[in-house]
């Protein structure tokens, strides 16, 4: 059975870092583009970032741009996503998903508060 598996999330302060990372079983991990998506109360869930099977292909929302990296390891089969600068409307629940859409994990929630 696939499974995603967030971890990494927490409480910071404006302009701190965080790395989430997400860690997959179950599929063929490296024949996959995967994204970072995120959700905040009351707001529709929208991508982060997403990197495509080997690695070589990356693709940001405008609001990560500069500030967020990702990354993977498809000997470990983990995708990670650095977040640096951190600003309070980053807070949300952090999703990791294979980018065709038909697997997340559970989350992880971000909270950049002083």
């Known amino acids: 059975q696939v499974q995603l598996v967030e971890s990494g999330g927490g409480l910071v302060q404006p302009g701190g870092s965080l790395r989430l990372s997400c860690a997959a079983s179950?599929?063929?991990?490296?024949?996959?583009?995967m994204g970072w998506y995120r959700q905040a109360p009351g707001k529709e869930r929208e991508l982060v970032a997403r990197?495509?099977?080997?690695?070589?292909?990356?693709h940001y929302a405008d609001s990560a741009k500069g500030r967020f990296t990702i990354s993977r390891d498809n000997a470990k089969n983990t995708v990670s996503l650095r977040m640096d600068n951190l600003k309070p409307e980053d807070t949300a629940m952090y999703y990791c998903?294979?980018?065709?859409?038909?697997?997340w994990g559970q989350g992880t929630q971000v909270t950049v508060s002083s």
């Open positions: 998903m294979r980018h065709d859409g038909t697997y």
């Open positions: 179950g599929f063929l991990f490296n024949h996959y583009t």
């Open positions: 990197i495509d099977s080997t690695g070589s292909i990356t």
